[in-house]
């Protein structure tokens, strides 16, 4: 079990930084996060935090298809579901979010770190 979750604690570090590019013309991930748009969820996955701007919705929208692709290819590597695998994510990303970024608790309430 130690070394299904070290392995997947680097397939996760990998998928981060994947993730964390933008297009040139959109709002990236990083970004919408300093400025209090978007902030990870339980599930791992991103969300709105307030009421979105298309630049957002589609940010939202694209990470989130981008994440649960690299679950799913986790999860059937691994054995795993694809929830569990979005759990232990959202568990590392929250961890590791800096200063003032928005995380949603089990309640779904926002809360700023």
């Given at each position: 079990?130690?070394?299904?979750?070290?392995?997947?604690?680097?397939?996760?570090?990998?998928?981060?930084?994947?993730?964390?590019?933008?297009?040139a013309?959109?709002?990236?991930?990083?970004?919408?996060?300093?400025?209090?748009?978007?902030?990870?969820?339980?599930?791992?996955?991103?969300?709105?935090?307030?009421?979105?701007?298309?630049?957002?919705?589609?940010?939202?929208?694209?990470?989130?298809?981008?994440?649960?692709?690299?679950?799913?290819?986790?999860?059937?590597?691994?054995?795993?579901?694809?929830?569990?695998?979005?759990?232990?994510?959202?568990e590392?990303?929250?961890?590791?979010?800096?200063?003032?970024?928005?995380?949603?608790?089990?309640?779904?309430?926002?809360?700023?770190?």
């Amino acid at each position: 079990m130690r070394r299904l979750r070290l392995g997947l604690a680097a397939l996760v570090a990998a998928l981060v930084l994947t993730l964390a590019a933008p297009p040139a013309d959109a709002i990236g991930l990083q970004a919408a996060r300093s400025q209090g748009l978007v902030g990870e969820t339980p599930s791992g996955f991103v969300a709105p935090v307030k009421s979105p701007t298309a630049d957002v919705r589609k940010l939202v929208s694209e990470v989130n298809a981008q994440r649960r692709s690299e679950y799913q290819r986790i999860a059937s590597r691994n054995g795993l579901g694809v929830e569990q695998v979005g759990r232990i994510t959202a568990e590392k990303l929250i961890n590791g979010l800096p200063r003032g970024v928005f995380y949603q608790d089990a309640r779904g309430s926002w809360l700023r770190k």
